[in-house]
């Protein structure tokens, strides 16, 4: 299973960040996979940004559930993060993951560097 970010690298301030995972070799529909966003701000750990079920049920960090918004687009395989009304703080990496709930396997993106900058 292959993950690949796309996206804006810079974002002004108070827009809409719109990151897209594009998967191949998997079905963003599979019932045995969720699909998560995680982000590394500058000089922190990782973090957890949310995350969408098969199902189609999707959770959020606390910090950002106000913020963010998870969806799939089935027919094109990818699934999609938008972080609303974004601050310099918002600046990181981020990453789109995959994980196989039948077998415990965890599959990432590379990684898109998102700079909220005026």
């Known amino acids: 299973v292959l993950l690949q970010e796309s996206g804006p690298g810079l974002v002004k301030p108070s827009q809409t960040l719109s990151l897209t995972c594009t998967v191949s070799?998997?079905?963003?529909?599979?019932?045995?996979?969720?699909w998560s966003w995680v982000r590394r701000p500058p000089g922190t750990g990782l973090e957890w940004v949310g995350g969408?079920?098969?199902?189609?049920?999707?959770k959020y960090s606390p910090s950002l559930k106000s913020r963010a918004s998870i969806s799939r687009n089935a027919s094109k395989n990818q699934f999609i993060l938008q972080l609303s009304s974004v601050t310099p703080e918002d600046t990181a990496v981020y990453y789109c993951?995959?994980?196989?709930?039948?077998?415990?396997?965890?599959?990432w993106g590379q990684g898109a560097q998102v700079t909220v900058s005026s």
């Open positions: 993951r995959g994980i196989d709930g039948s077998s415990g396997s965890e599959y």
């Open positions: 070799g998997g079905s963003v529909i599979a019932a045995n996979f969720a």
């Open positions: 969408v079920q098969y199902s189609g049920i999707t």
